[in-house]
T-cell receptor, first 116, second 116 residues
């Protein structure tokens, strides 16, 4: 099976712009989670989608949003970019057969976002 | 609130020496526990996981971890380190209740350097 794929791998944006990142989960996986990784804060949970519904959300401002499509692919969007949004954004998928997000999460390679 | 502590920010070991990376968690019930490894510029690769049952779990690349409920620990071990093990290691905990779907709480990571 192909792994989790994320596009693009690298992005450079300027403050005030918006950005959309894409994630394709492992075939058959219906749960997609997003994380932000920075040197200062480490890995922080953004949100999780399952069957096109957001089931859980981390403590991030409303500028961070996401969605999931019927084929389980997911996108996250960041509007009005700030310098502090520079980070590695990781997507993870799981089959979530247990129904409580209990299955193992498999991570993609990430998208490196740089905000200038 | 759930939390994960990895007390060692950076560890250096000699190639061929044994390794133990520490992880302590805070959670009211038995959590789901994971160890991931991240090479520079890459995503996270799952090393091993504990859901229930045998408290000593085997993972990939010769790693193992032991769940100790009394100590709230899930330490990662390897009997003989290889130069290719140099990377950053993350311990993570997942909750078992609804409303926590897809949300892994990560420790800050331990960076492993391997001396020839």
């Amino acid at each position: 099976k192909a792994g989790v794929t994320q596009t693009p791998r690298y992005l450079i944006k300027t403050r005030g712009q918006q950005v959309t990142l894409s994630c394709s989960p492992i075939s058959g996986h219906r749960s997609v989670s997003w994380y932000q990784q920075t040197p200062g804060q480490g890995l922080q949970f953004l949100f999780e989608y399952f069957s096109e519904t957001q089931r859980n959300k981390g403590n991030f401002p409303g500028r961070f949003s996401g969605r999931q499509f019927s084929n389980s692919r997911s996108e996250m969007n960041v509007s009005t970019l700030e310098l502090g949004d520079s980070a590695l954004y990781l997507c993870a998928s799981s089959s979530d057969r247990g129904g409580w997000g209990t299955d193992t999460q498999y991570f993609g390679p990430g998208t490196r976002l740089t905000v200038l | 609130a759930q939390s994960v502590t990895q007390p060692d920010i950076h560890i250096t070991v000699s190639e061929g020496a044994s390794l133990e990376l520490r992880c302590n968690y805070s959670y009211g019930a038995t959590p789901y526990l994971f160890w991931y490894v991240q090479s520079p510029g890459q995503g996270l690769q799952l090393l091993l996981k504990y859901f229930s049952g045998d408290t000593l779990v085997q993972g990939i690349k010769g790693f193992e971890a032991e769940f100790k409920r009394s100590q709230s620990s899930f330490n990662l071990r390897k009997p003989s380190v290889h130069w290719s093990d140099a990377a950053e290691y993350f311990c993570a905990v997942g909750a078992r209740e609804g409303g926590s779907q897809g949300n892994l709480i990560f420790g800050k990571g331990t960076k492993l350097s391997v001396k020839p």
